[in-house]
């Protein structure tokens, strides 16, 4: 059937519809974003006498400073680099093996281990706040950094091994057939064979859990309590509450905590896409 000569416009007519609607979506999207970097920018003295949202009359790195050493910034980013490196490290490490073993052997209740791991990550942590501060206090660890890792790598391996258990069980079960016959044990097979060929899952999730241990607050107040050993979340709170109504300080620590995970993303920005389908293959 033959294209009517309207149909060529009709359809350049419904792109630049799509492509306007889009950029408007996009430009709304970033421009809190954009008026915190101006803002970060910006003098106390300018802010003050022009107006927030006000077109910028002054540039100065001192605000970046005084967020940095005097808003405790520095020792807070830190603080969440301790913490979420190594948890990023541990419960991936973690997960794979259990998602190998539960994927390519027949353990017994094995649904009912992958169905208590999902389950646990369906209960809301805030009915969880109470008994993990007191389990904390009496195993000593209140109040130090290896508590956070601790309920950071608890509450998230369960939901780790459940994606990767997806993954894994769709690769061919020939490969590993082949590499038996060869002579292979369990160890060869996963570290040689199934843990190559789970890389992209491996590294969408690193992304993901990095972005989520480090912008987490909640187990952050729950099992911490000195400001020294608080990570980046907590101390822009503090720091909201020390400059009040300094917005350009303000501005400065939002950037300062919101580049890391920016970082990241930009880094594995394509794993985040195709995270997005991990484990839908059963």
Not at 114 to 137: A, D, H, T, Y
Not at 223 to 244: C, E, F, H, N
Request: proline share 5%.
């Amino acid at each position: 059937m033959a294209l009517t000569p309207t149909a060529p416009l009709r359809k350049r007519a419904t792109t630049a519809a799509f492509h306007l609607s889009a950029g408007s979506l996009a430009a709304l999207w970033l421009f809190p974003i954009a008026l915190v970097l101006v803002t970060s920018f910006r003098t106390f003295d300018d802010i003050a006498a022009n107006g927030l949202g006000s077109w910028p009359r002054s540039f100065s790195l001192d605000n970046y400073g005084q967020a940095w050493v005097d808003g405790g910034q520095q020792q807070a980013l830190i603080n969440s680099l301790i913490v979420s490196v190594p948890c990023v490290l541990v419960v991936l490490a973690l997960a794979a093996m259990a998602a190998f073993a539960l994927s390519r052997y027949e353990l017994p209740f094995r649904r009912t281990m992958l169905l208590l791991m999902l389950g646990g990550n369906l209960l809301p942590p805030q009915i969880l706040l109470i008994p993990v501060s007191k389990l904390s206090e009496m195993m000593g660890i209140y109040d130090k950094l290896i508590a956070l890792i601790g309920v950071q790598i608890g509450f998230g391996v369960g939901f780790y091994v459940f994606v990767l258990y997806g993954f894994m069980r769709a690769i061919p079960v020939e490969i590993q057939q082949a590499a038996v016959v060869d002579g292979a044990g369990p160890w060869q097979i996963f570290w040689r064979i199934i843990l190559p060929l789970a890389k992209p899952a491996l590294a969408a999730l690193s992304a993901l859990s990095f972005t989520w241990i480090f912008n987490d607050l909640l187990w952050a107040i729950t099992v911490l309590r000195s400001d020294s050993k608080m990570p980046i979340t907590a101390a822009l709170i503090g720091l909201q509450g020390q400059y009040v109504s300094m917005w350009n300080v303000i501005a400065a620590g939002s950037v300062i905590a919101a580049a890391p995970t920016v970082a990241v993303f930009l880094r594995f920005q394509r794993h985040f896409v195709a995270g997005l389908n991990l484990g839908a293959v059963k």
